[in-house]
Nanobody
C-alpha cells in the first residue's frame, strides 16, 4: 500500500523557518498531484500548496494566497519526497500539516481544485507546526 510519512514539524518563533518532508512509498508521481494541507483546532482543513507532475515529468505548483511568497513546494523524484519550505512563519500558520497524494483528476481539474481534499486518495498522519509570537 502507498504510505506517506511527514516529518520536519516543530516549534519556532514568528519569522522563523521550517522545512516539512513527505516521503512516499510505492507511489508514482507522474500525472498525479501531491499537496500539503493544514488544519488548526476548530477550523476546516485547508490546502496550502500542491505540485502536479505532468507526463513529461515537469511540475506545476499551486499556492494558497495566504502563503504565496513565503512557502515553496518542491519534489525530488529520486528520493520519492516532496518538501514544503516555510519561511517567515506567522502565528496563524500554526496547525497540523498533512501530506496528501492522488490522481483522481487530470491536470486541468487539479489546476482549479488542487485545494480540495476530495482530489486526494492517500494521506499522511500529519506533523505539528507551532509558531509563537
Amino acid at each position: 500500500d502507498v504510505q506517506l510519512v511527514e516529518s520536519g514539524g516543530g516549534s519556532v518563533q514568528a519569522g522563523g523557518s521550517l522545512r516539512l518532508s513527505c516521503a512516499a512509498s510505492l507511489y508514482t508521481y507522474r500525472e498525479s498531484c501531491v499537496a500539503w494541507f493544514r488544519q488548526a483546532p476548530g477550523k476546516e482543513r485547508e490546502g496550502v500548496a500542491a505540485i502536479y507532475t505532468l507526463y513529461t515529468n515537469d511540475n506545476i505548483t499551486y499556492y494558497a494566497d495566504s502563503v504565496k511568497g513565503r512557502f515553496t513546494i518542491s519534489q525530488v523524484n529520486a528520493k520519492n519526497t516532496v518538501y514544503l519550505q516555510m519561511n517567515n512563519l506567522k502565528p496563524e500558520d500554526t496547525a497540523m500539516y498533512y501530506c496528501a497524494a492522488g490522481d483522481r483528476y487530470g491536470a486541468s481539474r487539479y489546476s482549479r481544485f488542487w485545494w480540495s481534499p476530495d482530489g486526494y486518495k492517500y494521506w499522511g498522519q500529519g506533523t505539528q507546526v507551532t509558531v509563537s509570537s
